[in-house]
């Protein structure tokens, strides 16, 4: 089937497109942009996107897909049914499956559940062998599989020279190690340690135990020459501490949650668990230095740490409760709604954030809006007022805390692989 992107709004920061114009699509190839004659609109689907905007596909570098060993909270099909209706038209899921991705042949599973999705998937794999710390994983034979960074995820790299070791061998592929930053030494409680852990008597876990490790971890970059990537970034010193990493020239980047710019601790005081994640909500001040961070640019990307749980685990005492939230099908609205209609990033910049510099980081190849290549694009309308309504989420898991938010701004429809996913289903195209 041919389509038509009828007077859409192309925007590519890369390629400094900016423009009204009309993409025809054919067996999932870009054919035509502009210059489409009368036959090509008989013989085409039109898709009438006024007013809406097409970039290159978005693409989250952090979510949490299940498969393998809890299938029953996500796994990788419904994983990416979530992305695609988030918007995105790539993922990499990270390591703490059970068993994890420590070698080649769960690296090979999960490409190979993923191969007929619209939504691409790359594993990142773990960086230690089953995510102890103690020894490097299979890096080269993980990294020949198709993994694409290596992770302890949920837990730093505990020993600096095992750290050390995975950013040297890393070196021979240019992949990041991907680092939650948290010293466990200090990371015994259940939320970020201020007053508002003191009022609810709730044992907190003090910024310094993120920043402890960040700073680690840029002193390593800086020793081996090896990349670094922090996680889900939280604190205001955390911020300073890349930013400044990054003026002295050292291979750091890093994401940032729509939940970390959002929310703050104090709506911890309902005991709500979706708002038990980790690392924790921290305070006005912090979400304050995300958004300014990803104003100048310390913070490289968006990412939503999309982390699903069954219902029964999440409607626990609050200090049993498991961390996180899903945040795929509600990302792009919460970026839309909190950074560019308060006007702290504009729209060629969230297409940075969210579609660019993720595959930069992970050096995976970045679509191009051209004649002839294949069509990997996410259409959203910046100005869609919307409901968010967990009961029709695509994942499979229901915990978010945003559940009956007004928010505004929405993705459409999304193109990739000639799939396309439109009115809540796939067709191919």
């Known amino acids: 089937m041919k389509i038509i992107l009828k007077q859409v709004l192309v925007l590519h920061p890369e390629q400094k497109l900016n423009q009204k114009s009309d993409l025809l699509i054919n067996n999932g190839i870009i054919e035509k942009i502009n210059g489409l004659n009368e036959a090509d609109f008989k013989s085409s689907k039109v898709f009438d996107l006024d007013n ?49 991705i420590d070698s080649a042949e769960i690296v090979r599973f999960i490409k190979e559940k993923a191969k007929e999705h619209l939504v691409d998937v790359y594993p990142v794999a773990a960086a230690t062998l089953a995510r102890k710390g103690e020894a490097l994983s299979p890096m080269y034979e993980l990294f020949e ?8 995820d949920g837990v730093a790299i505990k020993n600096a020279g095992v750290l050390r070791n995975a950013l040297e061998y890393s070196l021979n592929f240019g992949t990041p190690i991907i680092e939650h930053c948290e010293d466990e030494s ?36 800086e020793f081996t020459g090896g990349k670094v990537h922090i996680a889900h970034i939280s604190s205001k010193k955390s911020v300073e501490l890349v930013r400044q ?35 924790p909500l921290r305070t006005r001040a912090d979400a304050e230095a995300m958004i300014e961070g990803l104003k100048d640019g310390t913070i490289d990307c968006i990412a939503s740490d999309h982390a699903p749980h069954a219902i029964e685990e999440k409607e626990m005492e609050f200090i049993f409760a498991p961390n996180g939230i899903i945040g795929l099908e509600t990302e792009l609205s919460l970026v839309m709604s909190d950074l560019v209609h308060k006007k702290h990033l504009t729209i060629s910049q969230v ?38 309504d967990i009961n029709k989420f695509k994942s499979k898991a229901k915990n978010s805390p945003f559940d009956k938010r007004l928010m505004t701004g929405k ?13 809540d289903k796939f067709t191919a195209i």
């Open 351 to 388: 297409i940075e954030k969210m579609a660019i510099n993720p595959r930069k980081i992970l050096n995976i190849p970045i679509p191009q809006i051209k004649i002839g290549e294949v069509a990997n694009l996410t259409i959203f309308d910046p100005n869609l007022i919307w409901t968010v």
């Open 245 to 279: 990493a990054k003026k002295n020239k050292i291979n750091v980047t890093a994401e940032v949650t729509p939940h970390h710019f959002s929310l703050t601790d104090d709506l911890l005081k309902s005991y709500d668990t979706n708002y038990k994640m980790n690392p």
């Open 186 to 221: 200090m990371a015994d409680g259940v939320m970020n340690e201020g007053l508002i852990s003191t009022t609810l008597g709730l044992p907190g876990v003090p910024k310094v135990a993120e920043d402890l490790v960040v700073i680690r971890d840029i002193m390593l970059a």
């Open 52 to 100: 809406k905007i097409c970039s290159p596909g978005f693409f989250d570098m952090h979510v949490h897909l299940r498969e393998p060993g809890r299938e029953d909270e996500e796994t990788v099909e419904t994983g990416s049914n979530a992305a695609a209706a988030g918007g995105f038209t790539g993922v990499a899921c990270m390591p703490n499956t059970d068993p994890n």
């Open 411 to 423: 993705s459409i429809a999304v193109v990739n692989k000639g799939k396309m996913f439109f009115e």
């Open 145 to 152: 599989a198709g993994a694409v960074a290596f992770s302890d």
